[in-house]
């Protein structure tokens, strides 16, 4: 194999973190309609793709189907700053909910335009910091 095709061989890792971008990119289509349990739904999976993907990195196989972002974050060994970790906390539990929901008028009333605002502008930042550990 040449130097060139190696270069260009595909990494799994990279893919996740095409998804992770892809998946953001729905979860600001939501918010912009005003869907906030989908934009929830849409960050945890844009971060969990993002954490998969530097799990595929580290060990160089396809991550386990499963949806605990601090299950990938302790795999990886994440060294983040504390607020980033306390948030990776906060959108695991508040997944739960629009993955299974109990009841659609209680998820309404909790997942309001601001909480849902903020989960998306941390799922930003949260998004560019993993980047730079890939």
Not at 83 to 108: A, G
Request: hydrophobic share 35%.
């Amino acid at each position: 194999m040449n130097m060139k095709a190696k270069e260009n061989k595909f990494k799994p890792s990279d893919e996740w973190f095409r998804q992770a971008d892809y998946d953001l990119e729905t979860a600001e289509a939501m918010f912009g309609v005003g869907r906030y349990i989908y934009t929830v739904f849409m960050c945890h999976l844009s971060i969990e793709k993002a954490l998969k993907g530097l799990y595929a990195k580290k060990f160089e196989k396809d991550p386990p189907k499963i949806h605990d972002l601090n299950y990938f974050a302790e795999k990886v060994e994440l060294d983040v700053e504390q607020e980033f970790q306390d948030f990776i906390d906060k959108l695991n539990n508040l997944s739960v909910p629009t993955r299974y929901p109990d009841e659609l008028n209680r998820l309404l009333k909790d997942y309001k335009q601001d909480v849902t605002k903020a989960v998306l502008s941390n799922s930003k930042e949260l998004l560019l910091c993993l980047k730079q550990k890939l």
